[in-house]
């Protein structure tokens, strides 16, 4: 794809298409996924396609996504007319469209041909670490990172599957361990995320994993979670703090509480009130809290993003 006679944004989404698709099509058989935030068939294929890039990735089959709505060019120069449309990628070029396959078993069955075919390396990149036996480090961060986006879209499910996948492959990886940690405090299985916890710390791998901020986040989740109280528990705390609106004691009960029980906004709304009113009780518990869910939650979730340029203004406004 020439980047001759465009505009600076048009060059841009080259570059980044060029680093993210052609590069590692060079050795690997990229599934290169057409899709947008709206569109329910996308939402539906999704899992698929992750799920079977997972178990294909010892192969040298890697998952790239364009966002046609963020990546208009790219999508323009592929005649994308509709989405979701998938095709197969290898050394900078379409191989076979793979739109049609929407199910695992057809999916497979389009890769196990492809494969057949085209001189693809399995296993690590040149120059990486791994060998023929599993995916590159590369592909790892990938899927990782997919699962984060998952859990931060509020898809607990898909992020636990995803992270369970990693995990297979890398069983110390802290990411995928304190991801899959805090997708089962989401879905409300905090017992199996603490037995999970406990079964990490006492494996060999947690010495080299345990200050990874992942770990800390998930060690946070689980924290949170047990505040959980039952809905009639919850009804009082609020009456408590409707009573009293001094009682800054009742307040983090209720903001601990809220969060727990999934009700995010108003655990905001009361740690935030309480900060404005006095940032400095119990030296900075509020604001202590308030920064161990964002980290519980994920920095890139949205509603932390959002929170935390409240919290911004209330501190530096």
């Known amino acids: ?90 050394q900078g070029q379409p191989v076979a469209d793979l739109t049609s396959a929407r199910s695992e078993s057809q999916l497979k069955q389009a890769l196990d041909q492809l494969l057949k075919q085209l001189p693809v390396k399995a296993g690590a990149d040149e120059g990486g670490e791994g060998g023929q036996g599993g995916p590159s480090q590369q592909d790892i961060d990938q899927f990782v990172a997919m699962g984060e986006q998952a859990l931060a879209d509020g898809e607990t499910e898909r992020a636990l599957g995803i992270f369970a996948q990693v995990i297979e492959f890398d069983n110390a990886n802290p990411k995928a361990i304190g991801g899959m940690i805090r997708a089962q405090v989401a879905m409300d299985q905090a017992d199996e995320a603490t037995k999970m916890l406990e079964a990490i710390k006492s494996s060999p791998v947690y010495a080299s994993i345990k200050d990874d901020p992942a770990m800390s986040a998930a060690e946070s989740a689980l924290e949170l979670a047990g505040t959980r109280v039952d809905d009639s528990e919850l009804a009082g705390l609020r009456e408590k703090v409707a009573a009293d609106p001094d009682d800054m004691d009742a307040q983090m009960a209720l903001a601990e509480a809220a969060f727990a029980a999934g009700s995010r906004d108003e655990a905001a709304d009361t740690f935030l009130a309480m900060i404005e009113k006095d940032r400095e009780w119990k030296e900075g518990a509020a604001r202590a809290k308030l920064l161990q869910i964002f980290e519980a939650t994920g920095l890139e979730d949205e509603w932390v993003v959002s929170t935390r340029r409240r919290l911004s203004r209330i501190l530096f406004g």
């Open 1 to 90: 794809m020439a980047s001759m006679g465009l505009n600076i944004e048009e060059q841009k989404a080259v570059e980044r298409f060029q680093k993210d698709v052609v590069a590692p099509s060079q050795t690997k058989l990229v599934i290169l996924d057409f899709w947008a935030e709206w569109c329910g068939p996308c939402k539906a294929l999704t899992p698929v396609l992750e799920k079977v890039a997972a178990e294909y990735a010892d192969k040298g089959v890697v998952l790239a996504k364009i966002n046609v709505d963020e990546e208009k060019f790219i999508a323009g120069q592929f005649q994308v007319q509709s989405i979701p449309t998938v095709y197969a990628m290898f």
